[in-house]
């Protein structure tokens, strides 16, 4: 079965501090993967999202960046944190452009 | 544009009591839908889902949905809450013929249960 793992699970980061936040899927090839970001009482916003291989399409602009290294492995980035960029991140999978499966988050928080 | 529109952002219901969750959708065609739900510092688990044929669908936990057209509609039930169902729930679209298939969420609606 296919299983997708995030982490860290929290992190608590100084403004200004870089930032790297790693998302795995197993048991699938070729998955579509997404990053998320929910704020409180803002519901889930996309990020990024990749159908492959070095193929990142962003949603929004802002100083987060996504990479795909490998064909299950989804990296979110950021070269200098915000206050903003506080939140809990979601990473999800789709074996097709219809269910999404998502991962345990990761909770950042930016002091 | 789409949107999904989940009316109630807090519901609080009494343990054992029936339970409604509302969710609206502007598209112009049906599109597929989903509820999710989250518990607190966890990710989203999948509770059912409704791509075409019968507009009454099963999910797990013993929620149930069901898609009315003219309504524009897919809301959430289950005839006896239990405690553990106490989280939020998310509804959520995806545009058929998308080779994405970006899902557009509702706000989502927090469900306390009393005991």
């Known amino acids: 079965s296919q299983t997708i793992h995030q982490w860290p699970a929290t992190l608590v980061q100084p403004v200004g501090s870089p930032l790297s936040l790693e998302c795995t899927v197993e048991?699938?090839?070729?998955?579509?993967l997404y990053w998320y970001r929910q704020a409180a009482g803002r519901g889930l916003q996309l990020l990024f999202y990749?159908?492959?291989?070095?193929?990142i399409s962003s949603e929004v602009p802002q100083n987060l960046s996504a990479s795909r290294p490998q064909d299950r492995q989804f990296i979110l980035s950021s070269k200098k944190l915000l206050l903003s960029d506080s939140g809990f991140y979601l990473c999800?999978?789709?074996?097709?452009?219809?269910?999404?499966?998502f991962g345990p988050g990761t909770r950042l928080l930016v002091l | 544009a789409q949107s999904v529109t989940q009316p109630d952002i807090h519901i609080t219901v009494s343990e054992g009591a029936s339970l409604e969750l509302r969710c609206n959708y502007s598209?112009?065609?049906?599109?597929?839908l989903f509820w999710y739900v989250q518990s607190p510092g966890q990710g989203l688990q999948l509770l059912l889902k409704?791509?075409?044929?019968?507009?009454l669908v099963q999910g797990i936990k013993g929620f149930e949905a069901e898609f009315k057209r003219s309504q524009s509609s897919f809301n959430l039930r289950k005839p006896s809450v239990h405690w553990s169902d106490a989280a939020e729930y998310f509804c959520?679209?995806?545009?058929?013929?998308?080779?994405?298939?970006?899902?557009?969420f509702g706000r989502g609606t927090q469900l306390t249960v009393w005991p």
């Open positions: 959520a679209v995806a545009y058929r013929g998308s080779t994405l298939g970006r899902l557009y």
């Open positions: 409704y791509f075409s044929g019968d507009t």
């Open positions: 048991g699938t090839s070729n998955p579509n």
């Open positions: 598209y112009g065609a049906t599109p597929y």
């Open positions: 999800a999978w789709s074996a097709s452009a219809e269910t999404q499966y």
């Open positions: 990749s159908v492959g291989i070095g193929q």
